[in-house]
């Protein structure tokens, strides 16, 4: 198979962010609508299923970035061009931004106003400061395991990379969900926060989530594949 057009690879990274937005951001909005029922357990499962799926479904089209952090790491370690990298951000922020139209258009609007669309934001008592240690460290994890699973080319990429890259979404929202949202990608946080029109504190989820992935992306860059 040829392969993939540049055209090609935004519109799976498009899809791939636009279904973490509709499913992750929608299951806070579904869970305020059924009182509660889905969870903390439910809305990182969400989240994490999604990941786990998507990166599976579009991995071997884009590589299955469905996130700026995860673009801006692997830049950092020099396995994406300046030009595609940037290409790859705008598309993911545009995937972002119509996942949040599908959700206005679908939730009435008392609840979307009740949870500001589903936007991440700092939790009871967690300053600017700590949201972003934690929103640093959690997208550290996440784009490590990125690496290690996707991107290294001794990785596990065609069987299991989408299942682990999942998993640590599942279990850094389950840590930071009440302190942060965890959403370890700006494209996570835009999309609703522009619907919502919800910003506070909101360049913890670009400052956190970018400098958590440009340390593991050159970090393991340098540990495990040599310097470029």
């Not at 998507?54 to 299955?64: F, L, R």
């Not at 999942?166 to 959403?183: M, N, R």
């Not at 360049?203 to 992306?217: D, F, K, N, S």
Request: glycine share 16%; net charge neutral; charged share 10%.
């Amino acid at each position: 198979m040829a392969n993939p057009s540049s055209g090609q690879k935004l519109a799976a990274e498009f899809v791939g962010t636009l279904a973490l937005i509709f499913v992750g951001a929608g299951s806070i909005l579904s869970d305020h609508l059924s009182g509660g029922s889905v969870g903390l357990v439910g809305i990182a499962l969400a989240h994490g299923l999604t990941i786990a799926v998507m990166v599976s479904a579009i991995g071997h089209i884009s590589g299955g970035h469905i996130n700026p952090a995860v673009t801006f790491g692997a830049w950092v370690g020099g396995k994406i061009p300046t030009r595609e990298a940037v290409l790859y951000v705008l598309a993911q922020l545009a995937g972002g931004i119509a996942g949040s139209v599908l959700l206005v258009a679908l939730f009435h609007p008392a609840t979307r106003e009740a949870v500001n669309l589903g936007t991440p934001a700092l939790g009871p008592g967690i300053g600017p400061a700590q949201g972003l240690l934690f929103e640093g460290v959690a997208t550290f994890f996440l784009v490590f395991v990125v690496f290690a699973t996707a991107i290294d080319e001794r990785g596990a990429f065609r069987s299991v990379a989408g299942f682990p890259i999942g998993l640590v979404v599942t279990f850094d929202i389950l840590v930071g969900g009440p302190l942060t949202g965890a959403a370890m990608n700006p494209a996570r946080a835009l999309g609703p926060a522009l619907l919502a029109d919800a910003w506070s504190s909101h360049w913890v989820y670009w400052v956190g989530p970018l400098l958590g992935g440009a340390v593991a992306g050159g970090l393991y860059q340098r540990l495990y594949l040599g310097k470029k």
